[in-house]
């Protein structure tokens, strides 16, 4: 059995939730590990961040976000508002903010001290709800989905810019 692991970064934008395809990195990442038959798993470590499966829908907004992915995000704010206020959410609470401002590099976190950066309850929440990873199907050596079927990374925080990150693991033989 071959486990065949290949990490990836993608940049994420503020202000704005951020979906990026992935789908040709992971095909990509298929044919490196020479694996024909098994499964690939793709997944983030980052809490406010998702990986999942779904059609590719051609039609794009002015920044370029695809309507489908649009579409979803206006769903979950529907069930999870963002977080846009101090009180909408308990999460950041006291004891939270303060050990940020103990830590060395605070700028990072929280930049001109605005505690606003922290904001971001609902992000932690919209990525428990779509999930950390996706399991899909290897079949002779390609990833077996549909014609439309797509890979997607999603950054739900939009509280600042940054690099984040994804994995790529393909296990079979």
């Keep these: 059995m071959t486990v065949f692991i290949k990490d990836y970064q993608v940049d994420t934008k503020a202000d704005q939730v951020t979906f990026v395809d992935i789908t040709k990195e992971v095909k990509e990442t298929i044919h490196l590990s020479g694996v024909q038959n098994g499964i690939c798993i793709v997944s983030t470590s980052h809490t406010t961040c998702s990986v999942f499966f779904e059609e590719f829908t051609h039609d794009r907004d002015e920044n370029g976000t695809e309507f489908l992915l649009l579409d979803m995000d206006e769903c979950l704010q529907k069930i999870v508002p963002n977080h846009d206020r101090a009180d909408r959410y308990r999460y950041p609470g006291e004891e ?12 990072k ?10 904001w971001n309850a609902d992000a932690h929440i919209k990525a428990s709800i779509i999930g950390s990873s996706e399991s899909l199907v290897v079949r002779k050596n390609e990833l077996s989905v549909g014609i439309t079927g797509y890979v997607y990374f999603v ?3 939009r509280t600042r810019e940054r690099t984040r990150k994804y994995t790529v693991t393909i296990i079979g033989e």
Excluded: K, M, T, V
Excluded at 97 to 102: L, N, P, R, T, V
């Design 96 to 107: 939270h903010y303060c050990e940020i401002e103990s830590w060395p590099d605070l700028e």
């Design 109 to 118: 976190w929280l930049p001109g001290g605005d505690r606003s950066n922290l």
């Design 155 to 157: 950054d739900f925080d």
